[in-house]
């Protein structure tokens, strides 16, 4: 029971190592998005209606298996991607 414990807890910590690497993505336009939120619940609504007031986002559904909280409150797990103006990059980070 123990190792099977341990087993879950490399897992995901491994997904959260692997979602740290997803920071940027181009889509089939040629478009460049960078993920500026990675989560969900009331923290998710909060972090949408403050990006939509910056710009033009995209929200991605991410399978929330192995994140316990999440797939025990039944709740969804979302990306936040901000569509990025290469005219503008340098004045946001």
């Known amino acids: 029971m123990v190792s099977e414990e341990i087993g879950k807890e ?3 910590q491994e997904r959260i190592a692997e979602e740290e690497l997803v920071q940027e993505r ?3 336009e040629g478009n460049r ?18 990006c939509r007031e910056l710009g ?11 994140y316990k909280c999440f797939e025990e409150a039944g709740e969804k797990l979302y990306r936040i ?13």
């Open 10 to 12: 490399k897992a995901i």
């Open 26 to 28: 181009i889509d089939e």
């Open 33 to 50: 998005w960078r993920k500026v939120y990675f989560g969900g619940g009331d923290h998710f609504k909060n972090w949408l209606a403050q």
């Open 56 to 66: 033009e986002v995209m929200v991605e559904e991410v399978d929330s298996k192995g």
């Open 81 to 93: 991607w901000m569509k990025m103006d290469v005219t503008k990059e340098d004045d946001l980070f």
